[in-house]
């Protein structure tokens, strides 16, 4: 989907091209141009017994207008999943949605917009006990050369829980940043964000399931954003719409205990900035986004 840059520019709040740099930095432009404005929307999808999509609703606080909302309408419209089952029967069923839209800047005087990651979560009759749950996850401490940089992003990690409720293994699967820097500077932010998301979640503790299908089982994999902002989470910097404008890394899927499973569970930077989301979904989406 595209749309005159002024336009656009009038959506998004200039985003793509106000995006702060870092500290001292002076080869933040070519950087800048990664740049992506996202909006985060959240909603449900209905999902027929034959994996076609019957309804969906989205947030009517997000800033979509006429054109996004028959945009991500019309995407959706097209969609099919694998059926939900229960008891081993496919059911019609209600599901959260998370969607992130995207904008870049394309050709010419255009940006395009797209619908870049989707999460879906469980239906309300899976009971909150089928699921890990934290119990107690302390945030990071801020580095110390990260803050004198003013770095600022998310560090999204996969958790593996054991039966104990501890942490079996962790690994940071994408970290995207809110500044823009040299390239080497965005290399150490991530690796100073990865790090220190990776030392305070280690001593992390969750409840484990106790009903469900995997109640059984020997581990669990949930997926838990990480925020390092300055000041407090509701001070990131967005425009009053609700556009949010990072630099989005690599994602890493190299985790052994977790691969598998990373094939099915869709993006990590649709996931709301807070929670302990399980990766497996709740539905899973068989044709592309778009």
């Not at 991500?72 to 949605?97: C, E, I, S, T």
């Not at 995207?102 to 797209?114: C, H, L, N």
């Not at 890493?252 to 598998?260: F, G, I, V, Y």
């Amino acid at each position: 989907m595209k749309m005159r840059l002024m336009a656009a520019i009038a959506l998004l709040g200039g985003l793509l091209l106000a995006m702060p740099a870092l500290s001292g930095s002076r080869g933040a432009a070519a950087v800048r141009k990664q740049a992506e404005s996202s909006l985060q929307v959240s909603g449900t999808i209905t999902i027929g017994k034959d994996g076609s999509v019957i309804a969906h609703t989205l947030d009517p606080e997000a800033p979509l207008g006429d054109a996004l909302t028959a945009f991500v309408g019309k995407a959706v419209a097209g969609w099919r999943f694998q059926p939900v089952l229960v008891d081993g029967a496919p059911v019609n069923a209600k599901v959260p949605m998370h969607l992130r839209l995207v904008a870049k800047r394309a050709e010419g005087d255009q940006v395009s917009v797209a619908i870049a990651s989707s999460y879906f979560g469980s239906t309300d009759a899976v009971p909150k006990t089928d699921n890990p749950a934290g119990i107690k996850l302390s945030p990071p401490q801020f580095p110390k050369s990260a803050l004198r940089m003013g770095g600022q992003g998310t560090v999204y990690l996969v958790v593996q829980v054991g039966r104990d409720g501890k942490v079996a293994n962790v690994a940071a699967e994408q970290v995207n940043l809110r500044v823009a820097g040299t390239a080497n500077e965005m290399d150490s932010l991530r690796d100073q964000f990865t790090m220190a998301a990776l030392r305070v979640a280690r001593g992390w503790s969750f409840a484990v399931p106790t009903t469900g299908e995997g109640a059984d089982d020997d581990s669990w994999l949930v997926r838990v954003p990480v925020e390092f902002v300055l000041g407090r989470p509701s001070d990131r910097r967005r425009n009053e719409g609700g556009w949010d404008t990072y630099i989005p890394g690599p994602r890493n899927t190299d985790m052994p205990w977790a691969q598998e499973k990373l094939k099915t569970a869709g993006s990590p930077d649709a996931l709301p900035d807070n929670g302990v989301y399980p990766l497996r979904q709740g539905a899973t989406l068989v044709t592309p986004l778009g």
